[in-house]
Protein backbone atom coordinates (compact mmCIF):
# COMPACT_ATOMS: atom_id res chain seq x y z
CA UNK A 1 0.00 0.00 0.00
CA UNK A 2 0.95 3.70 -0.88
CA UNK A 3 2.00 5.20 2.42
CA UNK A 4 -0.70 8.08 2.23
CA UNK A 5 -2.45 9.47 5.57
CA UNK A 6 -5.29 11.93 5.83
CA UNK A 7 -6.21 13.70 8.94
CA UNK A 8 -8.63 14.22 10.42
CA UNK A 9 -10.07 11.12 9.25
CA UNK A 10 -14.10 12.73 9.89
CA UNK A 11 -14.87 16.11 10.55
CA UNK A 12 -18.46 18.18 11.71
CA UNK A 13 -17.29 21.40 10.88
CA UNK A 14 -20.40 24.67 10.81
CA UNK A 15 -20.78 26.76 7.77
CA UNK A 16 -18.59 29.92 7.69
CA UNK A 17 -15.99 28.20 9.71
CA UNK A 18 -12.55 27.59 8.05
CA UNK A 19 -11.39 23.77 7.51
CA UNK A 20 -8.06 22.48 6.96
CA UNK A 21 -7.34 19.19 5.92
CA UNK A 22 -3.95 17.43 5.47
CA UNK A 23 -2.37 14.68 3.20
CA UNK A 24 0.83 13.13 4.06
CA UNK A 25 2.63 11.08 2.33
CA UNK A 26 6.35 9.06 2.88
CA UNK A 27 6.59 7.97 -0.85
CA UNK A 28 8.72 11.11 -2.14
CA UNK A 29 6.31 11.52 -4.50
CA UNK A 30 6.54 14.86 -6.60
CA UNK A 31 2.70 14.50 -7.49
CA UNK A 32 -0.33 15.21 -4.96
CA UNK A 33 -3.87 15.82 -5.86
CA UNK A 34 -7.06 16.48 -4.09
CA UNK A 35 -10.48 15.06 -4.80
CA UNK A 36 -13.94 15.08 -3.80
CA UNK A 37 -15.90 12.42 -4.09
CA UNK A 38 -19.48 12.65 -4.10
CA UNK A 39 -22.67 10.63 -5.26
CA UNK A 40 -23.63 10.68 -8.72
CA UNK A 41 -20.93 12.12 -9.26
CA UNK A 42 -17.58 10.15 -9.13
CA UNK A 43 -14.17 11.86 -8.02
CA UNK A 44 -13.66 15.74 -9.42
CA UNK A 45 -9.78 16.75 -8.80
CA UNK A 46 -10.09 20.06 -6.91
CA UNK A 47 -6.62 21.29 -6.88
CA UNK A 48 -2.78 19.20 -7.64
CA UNK A 49 0.54 19.55 -6.81
CA UNK A 50 3.96 19.20 -9.17
CA UNK A 51 6.18 20.34 -6.36
CA UNK A 52 6.87 22.16 -3.48
CA UNK A 53 5.38 25.22 -3.56
CA UNK A 54 4.16 24.74 -7.26
CA UNK A 55 -0.04 24.12 -7.39
CA UNK A 56 -2.23 24.47 -10.03
CA UNK A 57 -6.71 24.22 -10.26
CA UNK A 58 -8.62 21.63 -11.08
CA UNK A 59 -12.07 21.21 -12.47
CA UNK A 60 -14.04 22.27 -8.88
CA UNK A 61 -11.31 24.16 -6.98
CA UNK A 62 -14.12 27.46 -6.45
CA UNK A 63 -13.67 27.66 -2.54
CA UNK A 64 -10.49 25.38 -2.06
CA UNK A 65 -7.32 26.79 -1.38
CA UNK A 66 -4.07 24.71 -1.15
CA UNK A 67 -0.54 24.32 0.00
CA UNK A 68 2.73 22.62 -0.20
CA UNK A 69 5.43 23.70 1.88
CA UNK A 70 6.98 20.58 1.84
CA UNK A 71 7.21 17.51 -0.26
CA UNK A 72 5.63 15.06 1.63
CA UNK A 73 2.68 17.11 2.76
CA UNK A 74 -0.57 18.81 0.71
CA UNK A 75 -3.03 21.05 3.02
CA UNK A 76 -6.46 21.71 1.22
CA UNK A 77 -8.50 24.68 2.88
CA UNK A 78 -11.83 25.81 3.06
CA UNK A 79 -11.68 28.90 3.55
CA UNK A 80 -15.31 29.77 4.55
CA UNK A 81 -17.14 25.86 4.63
CA UNK A 82 -20.70 25.96 2.75
CA UNK A 83 -22.92 22.96 3.44
CA UNK A 84 -22.32 22.29 -0.69
CA UNK A 85 -18.66 20.92 0.82
CA UNK A 86 -19.87 18.24 2.76
CA UNK A 87 -18.07 15.09 0.23
CA UNK A 88 -15.74 12.41 1.15
CA UNK A 89 -12.21 14.32 0.31
CA UNK A 90 -9.65 11.87 -0.90
CA UNK A 91 -5.75 12.77 -1.48
CA UNK A 92 -3.46 10.85 -3.68
CA UNK A 93 -0.10 10.58 -4.97
CA UNK A 94 1.72 9.98 -8.28
CA UNK A 95 5.45 9.96 -8.87
CA UNK A 96 6.02 11.36 -11.93
CA UNK A 97 2.17 12.70 -13.13
CA UNK A 98 -0.61 12.36 -15.18
CA UNK A 99 -1.42 10.50 -17.98
CA UNK A 100 1.42 7.92 -17.47
CA UNK A 101 1.59 7.22 -13.89
CA UNK A 102 -1.10 5.65 -11.52
CA UNK A 103 -2.43 7.68 -9.10
CA UNK A 104 -2.65 6.01 -5.67
CA UNK A 105 -5.36 7.09 -3.31
CA UNK A 106 -5.47 7.92 0.53
CA UNK A 107 -8.15 6.51 3.15
CA UNK A 108 -10.17 9.63 2.54
CA UNK A 109 -11.59 12.14 5.14
CA UNK A 110 -15.35 12.47 5.53
CA UNK A 111 -16.28 16.29 5.89
CA UNK A 112 -19.72 17.61 7.36
CA UNK A 113 -20.71 20.73 6.68
CA UNK A 114 -23.63 21.88 8.79
CA UNK B 1 -13.29 16.78 -24.37
CA UNK B 2 -12.64 13.55 -21.83
CA UNK B 3 -15.45 11.24 -20.84
CA UNK B 4 -16.26 7.99 -19.09
CA UNK B 5 -19.76 6.44 -19.22
CA UNK B 6 -20.23 3.36 -16.37
CA UNK B 7 -23.74 2.40 -17.71
CA UNK B 8 -24.49 -0.06 -15.01
CA UNK B 9 -25.29 1.71 -11.93
CA UNK B 10 -25.91 -1.41 -9.81
CA UNK B 11 -25.43 -5.21 -10.42
CA UNK B 12 -26.17 -7.76 -8.33
CA UNK B 13 -25.05 -11.34 -9.03
CA UNK B 14 -25.27 -14.56 -6.92
CA UNK B 15 -21.74 -15.96 -5.85
CA UNK B 16 -20.15 -17.74 -8.23
CA UNK B 17 -21.71 -15.96 -10.75
CA UNK B 18 -19.55 -14.01 -13.66
CA UNK B 19 -20.20 -10.79 -14.08
CA UNK B 20 -19.17 -8.08 -16.74
CA UNK B 21 -18.56 -4.42 -15.83
CA UNK B 22 -18.76 -2.21 -18.53
CA UNK B 23 -16.59 1.18 -19.42
CA UNK B 24 -16.56 3.44 -22.54
CA UNK B 25 -14.45 6.49 -22.57
CA UNK B 26 -14.63 9.51 -24.94
CA UNK B 27 -10.88 11.02 -25.62
CA UNK B 28 -9.10 12.72 -29.18
CA UNK B 29 -6.37 11.85 -27.89
CA UNK B 30 -4.35 9.21 -28.96
CA UNK B 31 -2.41 8.38 -26.14
CA UNK B 32 -4.25 7.60 -23.07
CA UNK B 33 -4.28 5.38 -20.26
CA UNK B 34 -7.06 3.76 -18.68
CA UNK B 35 -7.30 2.59 -15.13
CA UNK B 36 -10.00 0.67 -12.41
CA UNK B 37 -10.26 1.60 -9.00
CA UNK B 38 -12.12 -1.20 -6.73
CA UNK B 39 -14.12 1.14 -3.05
CA UNK B 40 -15.49 -1.54 -0.93
CA UNK B 41 -17.78 -0.63 1.71
CA UNK B 42 -14.72 0.40 3.99
CA UNK B 43 -14.32 3.63 1.61
CA UNK B 44 -10.63 3.76 0.04
CA UNK B 45 -10.07 3.61 -3.30
CA UNK B 46 -7.48 0.69 -4.41
CA UNK B 47 -5.87 0.58 -7.67
CA UNK B 48 -6.56 -2.39 -9.84
CA UNK B 49 -5.23 -1.91 -13.02
CA UNK B 50 -3.59 0.42 -16.05
CA UNK B 51 -3.68 0.09 -18.87
CA UNK B 52 -2.67 2.29 -22.19
CA UNK B 53 -3.89 3.32 -25.41
CA UNK B 54 -1.30 1.18 -27.68
CA UNK B 55 -1.42 -2.19 -25.54
CA UNK B 56 -4.90 -3.59 -26.58
CA UNK B 57 -3.77 -6.69 -25.05
CA UNK B 58 -6.54 -8.30 -22.81
CA UNK B 59 -5.11 -9.25 -19.64
CA UNK B 60 -6.00 -11.71 -16.53
CA UNK B 61 -5.06 -11.55 -13.10
CA UNK B 62 -6.57 -14.30 -10.90
CA UNK B 63 -10.65 -13.85 -10.79
CA UNK B 64 -10.01 -10.82 -13.21
CA UNK B 65 -9.68 -9.99 -16.54
CA UNK B 66 -9.88 -6.79 -19.12
CA UNK B 67 -10.73 -6.47 -22.50
CA UNK B 68 -9.63 -3.30 -23.93
CA UNK B 69 -11.17 -2.16 -27.70
CA UNK B 70 -10.00 0.45 -29.08
CA UNK B 71 -12.65 0.13 -32.16
CA UNK B 72 -15.66 0.57 -29.67
CA UNK B 73 -13.46 3.14 -26.90
CA UNK B 74 -14.34 0.15 -24.43
CA UNK B 75 -12.44 -1.10 -21.21
CA UNK B 76 -14.47 -3.38 -19.76
CA UNK B 77 -14.12 -5.97 -16.37
CA UNK B 78 -15.00 -9.59 -16.01
CA UNK B 79 -15.16 -11.00 -13.05
CA UNK B 80 -15.26 -14.69 -13.09
CA UNK B 81 -16.43 -16.72 -10.01
CA UNK B 82 -17.57 -13.82 -8.10
CA UNK B 83 -17.40 -13.88 -4.77
CA UNK B 84 -18.98 -12.14 -1.72
CA UNK B 85 -15.95 -9.87 -0.93
CA UNK B 86 -15.94 -8.07 -4.51
CA UNK B 87 -19.04 -6.35 -3.50
CA UNK B 88 -17.83 -3.21 -3.93
CA UNK B 89 -18.24 -0.05 -6.30
CA UNK B 90 -15.91 -0.07 -9.30
CA UNK B 91 -14.68 3.25 -11.03
CA UNK B 92 -13.02 3.43 -14.49
CA UNK B 93 -11.04 6.38 -15.12
CA UNK B 94 -9.38 8.17 -18.19
CA UNK B 95 -6.16 10.14 -18.35
CA UNK B 96 -4.84 12.03 -21.09
CA UNK B 97 -1.66 14.18 -21.93
CA UNK B 98 -2.12 17.94 -20.86
CA UNK B 99 -3.86 17.31 -18.27
CA UNK B 100 -3.29 16.09 -14.74
CA UNK B 101 -6.74 14.98 -13.67
CA UNK B 102 -7.88 11.83 -13.66
CA UNK B 103 -11.83 11.88 -15.63
CA UNK B 104 -14.11 8.95 -13.34
CA UNK B 105 -17.38 7.26 -13.98
CA UNK B 106 -19.72 7.66 -12.10
CA UNK B 107 -19.09 3.73 -10.75
CA UNK B 108 -20.89 0.63 -10.83
CA UNK B 109 -21.78 -0.71 -7.50
CA UNK B 110 -21.81 -5.04 -7.33
CA UNK B 111 -23.32 -6.83 -5.04
CA UNK B 112 -22.52 -9.97 -4.87
CA UNK B 113 -24.78 -12.44 -2.51
CA UNK B 114 -24.26 -15.79 -0.69
Known amino acids: DAGITQSPRHKVTETGTPVTLRCHQTENHRYMYWYRQDPGHGLRLIHY???????DKGEVSDGYSVSRSKTEDFLLTLESATSSQTSVYFC?????????????FGPGTRLTVL | AQKVTQAQTEISVVEKEDVTLDCVYETRDTTYYLFWYKQPPSGELVFLIRRNSFDEQNEISGRYSWNFQKSTSSFNFTITASQVVDSAVYFCALSQGGSEKLVFGKGTKLTVNP
Open chain 1, 49 to 55: SYGVKDT
Open chain 1, 92 to 104: AISPRGAPTDTQY
